[in-house]
């Protein structure tokens, strides 16, 4: 079953009890699982070709009223790395790979300007794409690979540097932000990168040359973060704020924390394009908007709210039950898993011996966080460190964290009196939110009757991964949070375990730095095969949380979102973990 038909089954199975919910819940999660961590595969020309198939019941016409709680910090594409700036994206910009959804909710990486997802030789260290004829920018001019050429070089310039890093780092084989020496500056001097790296032999051609093989490609450039930007229209800083459009849509107006008013793009042709539609005749975005204000003015369906959603903002928690017992208000939702897997990271700078690690991963109850998080609208509870979303996803629990979500204080205890441990100090660092004291408190408790003396910590939210962040942070364990780029455990092991990046600021939490690890990494990278690589990095997963143990994840996140009831074509995508703005359209 695919995501979007287990989220509506969530929604519309459950209206009924209370009981009725969580048994209908926990049955349509496991069958949700199922369908995320399939394999997305690499389309070819005819997968790649435009236009993309209809939406059942689709018109064109009208405008779609979006309700942000936040404002586009960046409108360059190439600093796009947050879900609410990629979502814009999806109408904006394009780039030589995007995904695509089909009305049977079959997912595929599709070539976007380029013919097809990318043809790889050399063992993977070359891919090759091509142009497609008739792609051009807002103002008419041709897309040349040039114009790819430019947008590539551009991530090497100084003042780019919030999108992803993927992309740069492969091309010069190298880790943290040492990419830049390739091309000191960008292009904006006059120097480019040599053709042995990168290739434009001619006006439709894009040829990538890797030192090791990068299998991923394709999904790494379907990132908003590789969005295209023309090389005439380049304006380095200021382009952030006045960006050109290739998708289906264009800024016409940006008044930053108030509104944006997008418009078609007449020069966006549907025939180049297999993934995008443009029925709308206008998006009208407010920003400011709370998700307890979006949820209500939509859930009251009055007006312009009827033709309102969202891109990111969730449905209140406070307001799920009512909406949920509503039949009318539970078919204008729709829900899936998000990418996100929540850890307690372990401080293995401080706790250097995996069995009292051990200790505190079997004492740990993770139904703490699953509460905080809204029970099972909000999570589910997680036991690997690899997402449903992930392609190779398999149900694991090598530390018993589903199994026994309350912890197992026994099993700890006796970990701790056999090491001579009992009354072990705990410096507990926790987010000081409502939910983080909620979980953090429960979770102190449990480790108090296992035997550990805890000391808890609150971190204010604005700086809490900088303070966590910190290799020299003071603190024993603390929670973090961590989603994939794309369906790939390459964008989570590695960033997240690898103890070759460990620096101040990066993903690596726990610090930990596991020979073993880093060498099974660096095997399961060099595989070209996605499928087996997928199945190695889930292997890996459970190695890591059983026999290494820097952490014990606690939920994979969940996402619920609502709209108007004029509304059509609303869709959850599971990859990027909301709605899908392409395939909207507003009801007569």
Avoid: C
């Amino acid at each position: 079953m695919v995501a979007l038909a287990a989220g509506s089954l969530i929604l519309t199975g459950t209206a009924a009890g209370t009981s009725a919910k969580a048994a209908s819940t926990a049955a349509v999660s496991a069958q949700a699982a199922q369908a995320d961590s399939s394999q997305i595969p690499f389309a070819d020309v005819a997968g790649s070709t435009g236009p993309a198939q209809e939406v059942p019941g689709a018109v064109s016409g009208g405008t779609v009223n979006i309700l942000q709680r936040d404002t586009f910090g960046h409108l360059d594409p190439a600093q796009v790395y947050v879900n609410n700036q990629a979502q814009l994206a999806t109408l904006l910009h394009r780039g030589l790979t995007t995904y695509k959804l089909d009305n049977t909710g079959s997912y595929s990486v599709v070539g976007d300007l380029a013919t097809d997802s990318g043809q790889i030789s050399d063992g993977g260290k070359t891919w090759t794409y091509t142009l497609k004829d008739g792609v051009k920018w807002e103002d008419g001019t041709p897309i040349t690979s040039t114009d790819i050429r430019h947008s590539i070089e551009r991530l090497f310039a100084p003042f780019i540097d919030s999108g992803p890093t993927y992309l740069q780092q492969w091309l010069a084989d190298t880790q943290g932000t040492d990419y830049r020496e390739l091309l000191p500056g960008g292009p904006y001097q006059g120097n480019h990168l040599p053709d042995s790296v990168l290739a434009t032999p001619d006006a439709r051609t894009v040829v990538f040359h890797f030192k090791k093989a990068q299998p991923d490609l394709p999904y790494a450039l379907a990132l908003a973060g590789y969005g295209a930007v023309p090389q005439a229209k380049d304006t380095k800083e200021a382009y952030d704020l006045a960006p050109v459009a290739s998708g289906p849509y264009k800024i016409l107006e940006f008044k930053p924390g108030t509104s944006m008013t997008l418009v078609r793009n007449t020069h966006w042709n549907p025939a180049t394009d297999a993934a995008r539609h443009q029925y709308p005749d206008r998006f009208q975005i407010s920003f400011g908007v709370s998700h307890a204000d979006s949820t209500r003015r939509m859930m009251d369906d009055t007006g312009e709210d009827k033709t309102a959603t969202t891109f990111t903002n969730s449905v209140e928690r406070a307001n799920i039950d009512e909406i949920m017992a509503d039949p009318a208000m539970a078919q204008r939702t729709l829900a899936g898993h998000q990418s996100y897997v929540a850890q307690v990271n372990f401080n293995t700078r401080r706790i250097t011996d995996r069995h009292l690690r051990l200790a505190l991963a079997y004492a740990i109850p993770t139904k703490a966080v699953y509460d905080a998080q809204g029970g099972s609208y909000g999570a589910e509870l997680a036991g690997s460190f690899i997402s449903p979303t992930l392609a190779g996803y398999k149900k694991s629990d090598p530390l018993g964290k589903v199994k026994h979500p309350e912890g197992q204080p026994n099993k700890a205890r006796k970990i701790l009196k056999s090491h001579h441990k009992l009354g072990m100090k705990i410096r507990y660092a926790f987010v000081d939110t409502a939910s983080g004291q909620q979980y953090s408190a429960a979770i102190e408790t449990a480790l108090e009757k296992a035997g550990f003396d805890v000391e808890r910590f609150p971190i204010p939210g604005r700086n809490y991964y900088d303070v966590i962040g910190k290799t020299d942070n003071t603190y024993d364990m603390y929670a973090s949070a961590w989603g994939a780029d794309w369906p790939s455990g390459l964008t989570v092991i590695p960033p997240v375990f690898d103890g070759r990046g460990v620096a101040d600021g990066a993903s690596n939490y726990s610090l930990v730095n596991d020979r073993k690890v880093n060498r099974r990494i660096d095997r399961i990278q060099a595989m070209t095969n996605p499928e087996r690589a997928a199945a190695a990095w889930m292997k890996l997963s459970d190695h890591i949380a059983k026999h290494v143990v820097p952490a014990v994840p606690t939920v994979y996140y969940k996402q619920m979102q609502m709209h108007g009831s004029r509304i059509g074509g609303a869709t959850y995508h599971k990859v990027f973990s909301n709605i899908d703005a392409t395939r909207l359209y507003v009801k007569p």
